[in-house]
C-alpha cells in the first residue's frame, strides 16, 4: 500500500491554506520546505520545485492580491534557472478560451472569458517566463472546467512551468467525475523529470534582474487595480 505525507499550513480563521502531498519514496529526496504563508508554500525537491499557491478570491480587496503575486514573483525568482519549476492551485482567475496577445503564455485552448484576475495570471506568468499548461491541450469542455458549483462552471485552478521546461509536461485534464475537495475537480499533469540538455547560461546583472520584477510587479498592480 502507498504512503504519503503531508506538508501543509492553514490560517485560524480557515479563508486559507495550501498544502503538498508527496508520496514516501520522495521524502529522502526533499531538500527543504518553505512555508511562505498560508497562501504559498515551496517545496524543493533534487530534480523539483514545487509551488502551491492559493490566490486571493474575487471580492477580497486589491491590497491583498497584489501582496500575494509580489510574493510570488519574489518566490519564484528566487528560484535558479537550471531548476525544473512546478506551480500548481487554485488561482482564482480566468485567464479565458484565447491567446488575445499572451503568445508564448497562453496556449489558446483555455476555458470561458478572461477576467482582471486571470490577466494578473497571464502578467505573471509573462514577466517570469511561464505557461499556463491546462491551456496547451485540446480538451472537450468537461475536461477543462475545475470548478462546478451550482450554475457557475470555471477553471480556477492551473498547472505552470517555465516556457523553457514546455517538453516536459505530457499531460495536462481534468477528471470530470472526480472532486479532490467541494466544488474543485482533479486536475491533472503528467510531467518527465528528464534532465535538460546543457546550455550556455546567460549572466544577467543583478541591477537588471532587479528592474525586471519591480516592472513587472507594477503591470500586476496596475491590472488589479482596473
Known amino acids: 500500500m502507498s504512503r504519503y505525507k503531508f506538508f501543509w499550513l ?3 480563521d480557515g479563508n486559507a491554506g495550501v ?3 508527496i508520496s514516501d519514496r520522495w521524502i529522502d529526496r526533499i531538500i527543504d520546505v518553505k512555508r511562505v504563508n498560508e497562501r504559498i508554500m515551496c517545496l524543493k525537491h533534487k530534480l523539483v520545485t514545487c509551488i502551491c499557491a492559493y490566490a486571493p478570491q474575487t471580492g477580497r480587496n486589491d491590497e491583498e492580491k497584489d501582496s500575494f503575486w509580489d510574493q510570488m514573483i519574489s518566490v519564484t525568482g528566487s528560484i535558479p534557472a537550471s531548476q525544473l519549476i512546478v506551480v500548481g492551485g487554485d488561482l482564482n482567475g480566468y485567464v479565458g478560451t484565447n491567446v488575445d496577445g499572451y503568445d508564448g503564455v497562453h496556449g489558446g485552448h483555455g476555458f470561458g472569458e478572461r477576467n482582471a484576475n486571470g490577466q494578473q495570471i497571464l502578467e505573471f506568468c509573462d514577466a517570469m517566463e511561464q505557461i499556463v499548461t491546462n491551456t496547451c491541450f485540446r480538451r472537450q469542455k468537461n475536461k477543462l472546467a475545475t470548478y462546478v458549483s451550482g450554475g457557475t462552471v470555471s477553471a480556477i485552478d492551473y498547472l505552470l512551468l517555465r516556457g523553457c521546461d514546455q517538453r516536459h509536461i505530457k499531460n495536462v ?4 467525475g472526480e472532486e479532490c475537495v467541494s466544488q474543485h475537480r482533479v486536475l491533472v499533469g503528467v510531467i518527465s523529470s528528464a534532465p535538460r540538455k546543457k546550455k550556455r547560461m546567460h549572466i544577467i546583472k543583478a541591477k537588471s534582474m532587479e528592474a525586471e520584477r519591480a516592472q513587472c ?8 487595480n482596473r
Open 217 to 224: 510587479k507594477t503591470r500586476i498592480c496596475s491590472v488589479g
Open 19 to 21: 498544502g503538498l502531498l
Open 10 to 12: 492553514g490560517c485560524k
Open 173 to 176: 485534464k481534468v477528471i470530470a
